[in-house]
């Protein structure tokens, strides 16, 4: 008498060697997601705020006046922490912004310094004709940057009139008199954590290859269902339900391995670390392991013909990725990308893994997001049970 | 024949539709233990539909099949464990190595441990795939292939195989290696039911040959020897010690009669003619010539038209 639990064995060995003979897949599941990660991370780390590596933003500043005051203007702009200022003429600036050599360039106009000065006293409303206009030349495609320069040169500006207005009260350093102070505050779960691009990176590529090693393993399904082996499978009585059981458990091993592999290289490389719960963590892998294989058995029931149903899946998962912030952080995204993206797994389950890993999250503050990813598996593998269902009901 | 009243195989008054069409149509036929039935007809005959309710992969639409008195209905990996089904196309992981797809079916059948490492093994090497074990099915030539899907069917002994169109595609000298291993099988005491376009061929192997037209039995064998439509063939199986030079063989093919037939297969010759008398007289011209056995044996089967 033959068991379930035999058929299962041999049925998960099977898959699991058909695994380790293609190595394209082994190619795609293991090494691609590290490189990308480590590529992703690379290109988007940045240095913490305060220190010499700091980004600072190139500008060119053009000075067509002169006098005490525009001097010491300049003079705070090209020393600013957060500028990369150089003084050129407004011709170099112009090509400089054009040729996207910088994104912005600022021009002070002749007349600056007298209109600057004149006023007697800060209470004093200037009129209107005779405000000179400090120009922002910007590259039309980074209007951010120009924004950026704009609050910065505002900052200077009323600096250096604060100074001159009430210097027989105010000493050089000025915000020594301001009655508040500003500091900015990381918010987390944990009060050491940091956003790590790298973080980011690995927890988004993992999630992105975990869906692509389901589709996958769905395409063998599909393979096998479309061939003779399927009937041969068949004709050792090997029921739906088991055959079923074994590509699910097989994909979900398989990607726990994956999990396992991009993570330890992230730890090692590049400081990778699961701040928050390690149970949390454990358990959105597994609900991600989960999603990954029911994307599978989804693909293997509704696909039709292998090169379609790839390219179909492909798309998909590109698209699915991209919304819920797999290649770049969410809060890029618009507010309405973001609302929709709610409705997709790869949302809650990169909620699930930023809250556990740099967030620092307790176990407990996961538990949302595993119930979502969850909850996505078991309705797409519900989907495709039901599917697999009828095809072997029309087809038997 | 070994045990050859015992019926091993019956479909009774089996019917299979595919949608309007009507592809076996009320079909009975019963194999005994240790026969070889060689089901043929054209494209469409429904001689795959046939194997393919034998094997349980196909629903039927009436009628019923038992192997040793079992439907698969009730006990359907009892039942699976007699049958061995090998389909019309390679049923076999091409990724992996004979060995490994060999392994796979053994162990879906309930084969495991030193058994399932002894039945390999034996398959192996029955078939002569020992040195190709460890090379990817995907890799293997048209006859090798076909051979391992045959064999994939065969690991955990089933007494009934059912074989859908070995031979088709293969060149001669991979067929003929095929039909000695069908040979093979039968002495093992296996009841085979082959289903071929190519009727010369299995015919030699066969102890039956049924045709089907439209799903029907051309001639409904159901006690298995209708003698009015049955013709007596006899053949002889030899392992020659050297290759003869071939004007001897184009000698003694002008010397025997026509309806002998006589193949070589590197070192391995058959005959194949309608009477004892005729085939002697070929061996005895064969003999003349210098043709010297290493061995042989005859074999005695009835061929159904």
Request: charged residues 20%.
């Amino acid at each position: 008498m033959i068991s379930h639990g035999r058929i299962l064995y041999a049925l998960i060995i099977k898959d699991w060697l058909l695994f380790w003979s293609d190595r394209r897949t082994f190619f795609f599941s293991f090494l691609v997601p590290v490189i990308l990660a480590s590529a992703f991370g690379l290109v988007f780390e940045r240095p913490a705020p305060g220190t010499a590596s700091y980004p600072r933003l190139p500008v060119s500043v053009v000075v067509e006046d002169s006098g005490p005051f525009t001097e010491a203007m300049v003079r705070e702009l090209l020393v600013s922490p957060h500028l990369q200022a150089q003084q050129v003429d407004r011709a170099t600036a112009m090509v400089a912004v054009r040729r996207h050599r910088v994104p912005v360039a600022i021009i002070i106009p002749e007349g600056f310094e007298h209109a600057a000065t004149q006023r007697k006293s800060l209470w004093e409303r200037p009129k209107s004709e005779s405000r000179p206009q400090l120009e922002l030349l910007y590259d039309a495609s980074r209007r951010g940057e120009a924004e950026w320069a704009s609050g910065i040169l505002a900052e200077i500006l009323l600096k250096q009139l604060c100074s001159q207005q009430l210097s027989p009260w105010m000493s050089a350093d000025w915000q020594s008199w301001l009655p508040f102070q500003v500091v900015t505050v990381p918010v987390a779960y944990h009060s050491q954590s940091r956003f790590n691009t790298y973080t980011h990176s690995f927890c988004g590529m993992t999630l992105q290859y975990l869906l692509f090693w389901g589709m996958e393993s769905g395409l063998l399904f599909l393979r096998e269902r479309r061939g003779a082996v399927w009937w041969r499978l068949r004709a050792v009585a090997a029921p739906l339900k088991t055959l079923v059981a074994a590509k699910v458990l097989t994909t979900a091993g398989v990607g726990c391995l994956q999990v396992l592999v991009t993570f330890t290289f992230g730890w090692l490389v590049f400081r990778v670390t699961i701040d928050g719960s390690l149970v949390g963590f454990v358990l959105i892998c597994l609900a991600m392991c989960l999603l990954a294989a029911a994307t599978g058995l989804l693909v293997a029931a509704w696909g039709n013909v292998e090169g379609h149903a790839r390219n179909i899946s492909i798309v998909v998962i590109l698209s699915v990725s991209m919304l819920g912030g797999l290649w770049l952080p969410a809060f890029l995204l618009p507010e309405w990308v973001r609302e929709v993206a709610m409705v997709l797994p790869t949302t809650w389950a990169m909620q699930g893994l930023s809250a556990v890993t740099w967030q620092g999250a307790p176990f407990r503050t996961v538990l949302p997001e595993f119930a979502g990813v969850c909850a996505f598996s078991f309705l797409l593998f519900l989907l495709a049970v039901g599917r697999l269902h009828y095809l072997e009901k029309r087809s038997v | 024949m070994r045990g050859q009243d015992e019926a091993v195989l019956f479909w009774d008054g089996v019917s299979v539709f595919y949608g309007a069409c009507r592809a076996v149509d009320n079909v009975s036929l019963t194999v005994r233990a240790g026969e070889v039935v060689a089901l043929t007809g054209p494209n469409g005959s429904g001689k795959s539909t046939l194997l393919r309710v034998a094997a349980g992969v196909c629903q039927l639409d009436a009628g019923r099949v038992w192997i040793h008195g079992r439907e698969r209905k009730s006990d359907p990996r009892a039942y699976a464990r007699q049958v061995g089904w090998s389909p019309q196309q390679s049923g076999l992981y091409e990724e992996l190595t004979v060995e490994e797809n060999l392994r796979l079916f053994g162990r879906l059948q309930g084969l495991y441990g030193s058994r399932l490492h002894q039945n390999v093994q034996r398959i192996l090497d029955q078939f002569g795939l020992g040195p190709r074990r460890r090379q990817r099915v995907g890799t293997l030539s048209g006859g090798w292939k076909q051979r391992v899907n045959v064999a994939a069917a065969l690991v955990h002994s089933p007494p009934v195989v059912l074989l859908d169109e070995p031979t088709s595609g293969l060149d001669g000298e991979s067929r003929d290696r095929l039909l000695v291993d069908i040979s093979r099988l039968r002495e093992q005491g296996c009841s085979i039911v082959l289903a071929t376009h190519q009727t010369e061929e299995v015919a030699a192997v066969a102890d039956r040959v049924v045709q089907m037209h439209n799903g029907r039995l051309l001639e409904p064998c159901t006690d298995g020897f209708s003698a009015s439509a049955s013709r007596q063939r006899v053949m002889l199986w030899g392992q020659l010690r050297c290759h003869p030079p071939r004007f001897v063989l184009r000698l003694v093919r002008q010397r025997i009669p026509d309806d002998v037939n006589l193949e070589l297969i590197g070192k391995r010759l058959r005959l194949c003619a309608d009477s004892p008398e005729t085939l002697g007289h070929a061996l005895a011209e064969l003999l003349r010539e210098g043709v010297a056995f290493e061995s042989y044996r005859m074999v005695a089967h009835r061929v159904t038209r």
